[in-house]
């Protein structure tokens, strides 16, 4: 099936670093989204990205994240700088529409950032 | 996890052996899907669903949203089974996020 691919899939990084993490999703996509889910526990939407603009973010989309995807490049989540907290797996998605017939979301594997 | 609630929590299966799973919304949905998170922690989509029935394979999945459930049939479970089954679903009138249960940590054994 369609595939959503994300770079790096492990990331190390010091406290108050920056680090950006990647994600190419599925060609004729329209919709991106990233999701936060620490180890064991549940899933949680972020953010939604549409048509170069954040559609809608949960409280848990800091200050510190941004979201960008240039030129129809990677689409990608920066957090600056990072703390702790932030230790997580990020998992990227993509979706043609938000409709009945065309809102299924498409994940990646997923991000895993260790703060340390 | 309330408004997404899965049943049961944790399962254990006999290779060979059938079972099924459930997601019951206190959300107005209009389509759910499932994920298999395998415990190296990929995601792996196995239904999109409408009001209806799908079947894929050992799965099958069914989504009524007049009685607001889903489940998952897996049948002759195999050790590849093995993982944790979500269920997700977004909240009518906002499709932009999907709203996830705390998923059924499924051990399949020889």
């Known amino acids: 099936g369609p595939k959503v691919l994300q770079i790096p899939s492990h990331q190390i990084i ?5 680090v950006t993490l990647n994600c190419d999703p599925v060609s004729n996509h329209l919709y991106f989204y990233w999701y936060k889910q620490i180890l064991g526990q549940q899933m949680e939407f972020l953010v939604n990205f549409y048509n170069g603009k954040v559609m809608e973010k949960s409280k848990l989309f800091k ?3 941004s979201v960008e995807r240039p030129d129809g490049s990677y689409f990608t989540l920066k957090i600056q700088p990072t703390a702790l907290e932030d230790s997580a797996v990020y998992f990227c998605a993509s979706s043609q529409g938000q409709g009945a017939n065309t809102g299924q979301l498409y994940f990646g594997e997923g991000s895993k950032l260790t703060v340390l | 996890g309330d408004q997404v609630k899965q049943s049961p929590s944790a399962l254990s299966l006999q ?3 059938n079972s099924a799973l459930r997601c019951n919304f206190s959300i107005a949905t209009t389509t759910v899907q ?4 395998n415990p190296r922690g990929s995601l792996m989509n196995l239904f999109y669903l409408v009001p209806g029935t799908k079947e894929n394979g050992r799965l099958k999945s069914t989504f009524n949203s007049k009685e607001s459930y889903s489940t998952l049939h897996i049948r002759d479970a195999q050790l590849e089974d093995s993982g944790t089954y ?3 679903a977004p909240n009518v009138g906002d499709n932009s996020k999907l ?3 705390l998923g059924t940590s499924l051990v399949v054994n020889p």
């Not at chain 1, 010091?14 to 920056?18: A, E, V």
């Not at chain 2, 499932?34 to 998170?37: A, M, R």
């Open chain 1, 14 to 18: 010091d406290m108050g670093q920056m």
């Open chain 2, 15 to 17: 290779e060979g052996t």
């Open chain 2, 99 to 101: 709203i996830w249960g």
């Open chain 2, 34 to 37: 499932w994920f298999l998170q």
């Open chain 1, 63 to 65: 200050d510190q994240f």
């Open chain 2, 86 to 88: 979500f269920c997700a």
